[in-house]
Structure formats: C-alpha cells, structure tokens
C-alpha cells in the first residue's frame, strides 16, 4: 500500500474546465480547482470569502452603470436606464436627466471622459456629451464642432451614387440645390453640405432632388458638379459607435453608415475634424480596409491608439501623431462582439478585451521580442466562468477584473502578470448582475432581484447580498428601510450574532431581542472543490485504484467557520471559542492556523474531488492551502 501526500499550496490557475481534468502534467492542474465559486483568488494564492454586496438605491430599470471621476474626491456613478440618467454621489441621487437612449439600446452604449466631460456614443442615436459645471449642475447636451471663420468642420463625407451632381442656382445668398437624381432626405435640413469645396447650410428639403440652402462661403459657379458632400454623421447616416481621447486628439471609431472609418480631431482642438491641407496639426481621417470584416466596436488609448473591430484588433501609429506619418497596423485576428459593447479596459499595461465568440476575455499586449501586439485568451482554460460577457471593469487595488456575463453571473479575474497569476472564479447572487462599475475604487453592480433593480457595491464590511446595515444607541427589535427585500427571507446578523432567516415584512425585519447593531441581507454560498487527485487523473490504470484518504490538513487565515464535505455530507470542523457578545446565536472567533479532518473508508472515484467545501455562513473565510493524506491499494 501508497502512502501519498497530496499539497495544494496554491490557486493561482483559479476554476479549471473539465476539459483539462486529463492533464495533471500541467503546472495549472497543480494550483486550479474544480469549482470556485464566490471567492476570490489573492495574488499570493490562497483563497477567500468575496465581500457581500451592500445596497446602495434602487434603480427604475435596466441599467448600464458609468463612472465619472472628476478627481479623488469628486467620485460619481452614473446609472443610464431607459430615457433616464441619474448622477449619483455617495448612494444619493445629485442629478436626473433626460436621455435619448431607450432599455433595448443600453447594450450598445460606448463612452470616454476627460476631466469633466464625458462623451457617450451609439450609432442610432446623437452622439452626447455629458458636463459637470457643479455639484448639482450637469448637462447633457449634443456634440457642438468648431466653427472657424464661419465654417462648420464636423466631418463630411459623399455617400450618394459618384454620377449624382448638384446645381446651385445661386453663388450667394439663399439657393436652391437641384440633385440629378434622388439625393435628400427631410432630415438632412438644418446641416451643412459641402459644394464644390464650400459649404452650405441645407434650410428645407422640398424633395429628393431639391433643397434650399443659405451660402456660407460664396460658391465659384453655378454649374452642376459631382464635387460634393454631407455630413459623416446626421440623423440620416447615423452616428459615431465609440470615441477616446488619444494624445490630445479625440478619436472616433466608426460610425453606423460607415463602421470602418476612423477620424482624429485637430490636435489640441478637440471637436475640428477639417482635414485642411493635411498640415501637421490638422485633422486625419481613414478607413479600415482589409480582407475581413473591420467594422470598429471600440477605440482605446494605450501607447498606441488601439482599435478593435468586429474582426481583428489594429493600432495606429505616428510620432508624432500627423496626417503625413500616421500608420494602420492589424495585429492579432480576434475581433470583438457587435450585438453589444463590452468596453476594453487596461490591465498593468495590457487591454482586456471580450472576443466575438463570446467565450473569451483577451490580453491585447505588446510583446518586445516580436514587435508585436499579442492577443492571449486569458479565459481558455476557465471552462463556464467566461460565457457572453456584456460588461467589464478593473479593481487595481485588488487586481481583480470583474467581467458581467449575460446569465447574470460575474467572472472574477485575478490578474498578476508579475507572479503569473491569472485565476477565474464565478462570483453569483440570488439575482442577475447586468452591469458593473469601478466608482472611487469600489466595484458597483447593477442588479435585478425578484423584479426589482438597483445598484449595490461589493463591501467587505458585510457579508451578505443586497445588504444594510443599521445602528441604534438604545437598541431596537424593529429595523426598517427593506423595502427592496419586501418578502424575501434574509439572513439577520445582530450585535455580532447570527440570528438566522426572518421575513421582512412591510419593508421592516423585527428580532426576537433588541439590538444595538444589525446587518440584513440574502445569504450567499462559496464553494470551493479541488481538482482530482493528480497522480491518478487521466492515468490508463487509475479505473481499478482503491484510494483512501486519511486526513486533509486545512491552513486557514482569519477564518470563523469551515464545513467540509468528504462525500458523506458536511462536517462542521471547530475552530475556536465563540463570541458571545449577545450570547444569542453567537459566532466562533476567527482563527488562523490548521485545521484537520479525518476521512472515513476507501473509494474507488479517483476521477472526483476527495473534499468539497460548501457553505453559507456569513463570516471571515480564506484558506491558503490544503494537503490530504492518501493511501492507494496497488
């Protein structure tokens, strides 16, 4: 008989898909798990509890969450629902306003923000512009071009058929512009068309073929010309798909009639995007042509401007950045999603980004020995934790990135390149996050739960979902404020003790003894299931082995409660001595140290995990390491 001691020292590989369960010869297979599920990988490789969820305000919808950081101290979220922004600043609402965008058209939203302006893009809709100008003063307005010497310099561009001519029936003044063939639409009245290189301002469209115009520049003759154009983005053509402020430039990715078209504004002159002579400092623009689909979803700023379209992934460069050096390099041939936008987000240099298949999350890095960009899928080995991302955002304090997939779950990315840490662990909640935001350094979500949405924030001074807590210094039985819990069970923590499930009722919890503190919230599981043992996963003679584990030594960190599963039901494994704070329900005291567990009889399913760790308890929990003892007939 084998004696053999199984270590896990670490779980920096994160969850593991099932399809590696026959490659024990990989270093990942070492440090993974067969499931993790509401913890978090730490950069050193043990494993905790993920903090609770505090509620934060409720919301009248669907929701994307956007963060507007004005400075560290000036820290905001914005919640875009259907027709509605509302500003909020520490869980208050500062700000309503009207927005052009509907629920259907949330999924689609791109934005970019410098100092206190945000600037938010979908193709159907007017590009918007969103300003702080105080406290309580926010503005959401349209984009407003430059005007130099009179002259409007959004961009233009000739969409009608090359044959179709224009004649002015005047040089100056107001005119009428007769089109040889079907060339205006009602909506094109109010904007400027360029004629023969000058530009006019379209008054009215009587039909088609005929429009009137007031002259901004004299035009030079009256003959019919082919030499005209209308603006790159109307109400007509569409408007721009993303926009990111790029070595003082704005840069616009796409647009919905002409998706695979980039355009720079003059540098240092945010909204003038007149190409000129094409002067150093003038405004660049280009399409994206290739031997593949390039319709732009999303342009980032890194060291070179980055632009990821529906088929691969690009950069542009130029030192500096002018219309005569300029360069359009493809590097990798990912592509990102198009029925949504999931916005690319640094990482220690590198841009995360969702891949089009929607079961991948890429690190788009440039690599010094290639020269190159690469564009590693970060999400290969993660199994189900990665399925149709709708949204992302970075913690860089606790190197997490927190990915929303479309089942309403959360992929949590430990990322540490340094260390080589890349770990994936499925975070749940008893509802559907839709959308996550990194406000002054604290993960906010948009959550639906049993009909009802809002916003709460990760918190790891709670340890529950959809969580408040409340204080009062004569003590109460009565706690109220649970409206958004009206009817469901929640777990009570009172004075430190643990009271177990009551029902709010009438938006209100009442304790069988008065408290002097409580938290309320739903009670959420973590799970943790390693791998199978590695020297018999995927061996030819591992079918007949009889194992049996003797002993599992758990090395545990600040931890008040372990219950473990050897495949005869959770063991409850004591820890320490109780607080008895209240002496009701009390909980044990956090330990850090081993704990071991004896395990019972022989098995022959080397194929499945020999412990599981499965509770709900809502206290500390990290386990930095286990080893188990076994024993194997040969």
């Keep these: 008989m084998t004696r053999v001691r199984l270590h896990q020292t670490s779980f920096t590989a994160g969850q593991v898909a099932p399809a590696l369960l026959g490659r024990s010869d990989l270093r990942l297979y070492q440090n993974g798990a067969a499931t993790l599920t509401n913890v978090l990988i730490l950069p050193t490789g043990g494993v905790r509890r993920r903090p609770g969820l505090r509620h934060v305000t409720g919301l009248p919808g669907r929701a994307r969450l956007i963060a507007f950081e004005f400075n560290t101290e000036q820290v905001y979220l914005l919640a875009v629902t259907d027709g509605l922004v509302t500003v909020l600043a520490d869980g208050e609402a500062v700000a309503t306003l009207t927005s052009p965008w509907s629920e259907a058209q949330l999924a689609g939203l791109t934005w970019t923000q410098s100092a206190d302006t945000l600037l938010i893009c979908h193709p159907d809709v007017e590009a918007r512009r969103l300003t702080r100008h105080g406290a309580a003063d926010w503005r959401l307005e349209g984009w407003s071009f430059a005007v130099v010497d009179g002259v409007d310099t959004r961009p233009v561009h000739r969409f009608a058929d090359a044959e179709i001519t224009l004649t002015p029936s005047a040089t100056s003044g107001t005119i009428t512009l007769t089109a040889s063939a079907a060339a205006f639409d009602p909506l094109h009245a109010g904007l400027p068309f360029q004629v023969a290189g000058k530009q006019v301002t379209l008054t009215a469209v009587v039909s088609a073929t005929e429009a009137t115009a007031d002259t901004v520049e004299d035009l030079d003759a009256t003959d019919a010309t082919t030499d005209w154009q209308e603006p790159a983005w109307s109400a007509v053509r569409g408007w721009p798909v993303s926009a990111v402020f790029h070595k003082d430039r704005l840069v616009v990715g796409g647009a919905r009639d002409l998706p695979n078209r980039i355009w720079i504004s003059r540098s240092a002159d945010l909204f003038n995007f007149d190409t000129g002579t094409g002067l150093d400092d003038e405004a660049i623009e280009f399409p994206i042509l290739a031997d593949q689909v390039n319709a732009v979803r999303a342009v980032f700023s890194g060291h070179d401007l980055q632009v990821f379209t529906a088929g691969a992934e690009w950069v542009v460069t130029g030192e500096p950045l002018s219309p005569a050096s300029v360069e359009l390099i493809r590097q990798t041939r990912v592509g990102s999603p198009t029925e949504r936008s999931v916005p690319p987000r640094?990482?220690?240099?590198?841009?995360?980004?969702?891949?089009?298949?929607?079961?991948?999350?890429?690190?788009?890095?440039?690599?010094?020995?290639?020269?190159?960009?690469?564009?590693?899928?970060?999400?290969?080995?993660?199994?189900?934790?990665?399925?149709?991302?709708?949204?992302?955002?970075?913690?860089?304090?606790?190197?997490?990135?927190?990915?929303?997939?479309?089942?309403?779950?959360?992929?949590?990315?430990?990322?540490?390149?340094?260390?080589?840490?890349?770990?994936?662990?499925?975070?749940?909640?008893?509802?559907?996050?839709?959308?996550?935001?990194?406000?002054?350094?604290?993960?906010?979500?948009?959550?639906?739960?049993?009909?009802?949405?809002?916003?709460?924030?990760?918190?790891?001074?709670?340890?529950?979902?959809?969580?408040?807590?409340?204080?009062?210094?004569?003590?109460?039985?009565?706690?109220?404020?649970?409206?958004?819990?009206?009817?469901?069970?929640?777990?009570?923590?009172?004075?430190?003790?643990?009271?177990?499930?009551?029902?709010?009722?009438?938006?209100?919890?009442?304790?069988?003894?008065?408290?002097?503190?409580?938290?309320?919230?739903?009670?959420?599981?973590?799970?943790?299931?390693?791998?199978?043992?590695?020297?018999?996963?995927?061996?030819?003679?591992?079918?007949?082995?009889?194992?049996?584990?003797?002993?599992?030594?758990?090395?545990?960190?600040?931890?008040?409660?372990?219950?473990?599963?050897?495949?005869?039901?959770?063991?409850?494994?004591?820890?320490?001595?109780?607080?008895?704070?209240?002496?009701?329900?009390?909980?044990?005291?956090?330990?850090?140290?081993?704990?071991?567990?004896?395990?019972?009889?022989?098995?022959?399913?080397?194929?499945?995990?020999?412990?599981?760790?499965?509770?709900?308890?809502?206290?500390?929990f990290c386990l930095l390491s286990a080893t188990t003892e076994v024993k194997v007939n040969d």
């Design 346 to 620: 640094d990482v220690d240099g590198a841009t995360m980004f969702a891949s089009s298949d929607g079961g991948g999350v890429h690190e788009f890095l440039y690599v010094d020995v290639d020269s190159a960009y690469t564009a590693l899928d970060l999400a290969l080995v993660a199994g189900e934790v990665v399925r149709d991302p709708v949204d992302q955002d970075y913690d860089r304090v606790n190197r997490l990135l927190y990915v929303a997939m479309a089942d309403g779950s959360i992929g949590a990315l430990t990322a540490y390149r340094a260390e080589q840490v890349t770990a994936w662990t499925r975070l749940e909640t008893d509802g559907a996050v839709a959308a996550v935001a990194m406000v002054g350094g604290v993960a906010h979500v948009a959550v639906l739960r049993a009909g009802l949405w809002s916003v709460e924030a990760f918190d790891a001074t709670v340890s529950l979902d959809a969580a408040l807590a409340g204080s009062d210094a004569e003590g109460t039985a009565n706690w109220l404020g649970l409206d958004h819990l009206e009817g469901r069970e929640v777990r009570v923590l009172a004075d430190g003790s643990d009271l177990g499930l009551l029902t709010v009722t009438g938006g209100a919890v009442t304790l069988p003894v008065p408290a002097f503190a409580v938290h309320v919230g739903l009670p959420f599981r973590h799970v943790i299931e390693p791998l199978p043992p590695a020297p018999f996963a995927g061996s030819s003679g591992s079918a007949g082995l009889a194992l049996r584990p003797v002993r599992t030594v758990f090395r545990l960190l600040e931890t008040a409660a372990l219950r473990v599963d050897t495949g005869r039901g959770p063991t409850a494994i004591p820890l320490g001595t109780l607080n008895q704070a209240s002496g009701l329900g009390a909980a044990p005291a956090p330990v850090t140290g081993d704990r071991m567990l004896r395990h019972l009889g022989w098995t022959r399913s080397a194929d499945r995990p020999l412990w599981r760790i499965d509770q709900d308890d809502p206290v500390g």
